[in-house]
């Protein structure tokens, strides 16, 4: 199988402080992983794909510094939102693809965290 | 950049008819087109996927077309029942690349 977890899922925290998302994949090493983030009524938006061993690459628009992504492992990846603010608040995803799979373009999901910033 | 176009945004049909979505890219260089069903707070299933060397696929009562000259994609569904209702979404990606999502489409099956 390619199963994806993501913890917490779901957070509410006061606007200023940080959140800290983690995505694992269970059964699988991933070298690349990615983030979405998704608000109501609307579609997946990719921020930013996480590299083990280096730098996360950040779609255009995506503050880095204040979604700061590790992927220290190949099964786990984090994204920090740093001083959260309810402009935030949204529904954010990881995904994987699985490279040892027959279908090493499939990208399997996580379960999603829903954050809600007061 | 890459954007990907999904028509309609909502499609309601009656329990036991077809429905079909559409979705246009813009890479050329895009070789792989799955399709995702997501209800509510929950994560997108894929319901079927179809790669750039293929021009149609079926699994039971969904079908995915794909056009590569025109670059478009289209999702059928038959036989449509209560529970296909949902929002689903295309994507395009090249390979293991990053997916470009569609807007998605809310479609309501009235029984």
Redesign the interface.
Known sequence: GAVVSQHPSWVICKSGTSVKIECRSLDFQATTMFWYRQFPKQSLMLMATSNEGSKATYEQGVEKDKFLINHASLTLSTLTVTSAHPEDSSFYICSANNPTSGRVDTQYFGPGTRLTVL | ?ENVEQHPSTLSVQEGDSAVIKCTYSDSAS??F?WYKQEL????Q?II?I?SNVGEKKDQRIAVTLNKTAKHFSLHITETQPEDSAVY?CAA?R??D???????TRLQVFP
């Open positions: 950049g070789n792989y799955p707070g929950k994560r997108p894929l996927d790669r979404f990606s390979g293991t990053k997916l470009i999502f569609g807007t998605g």
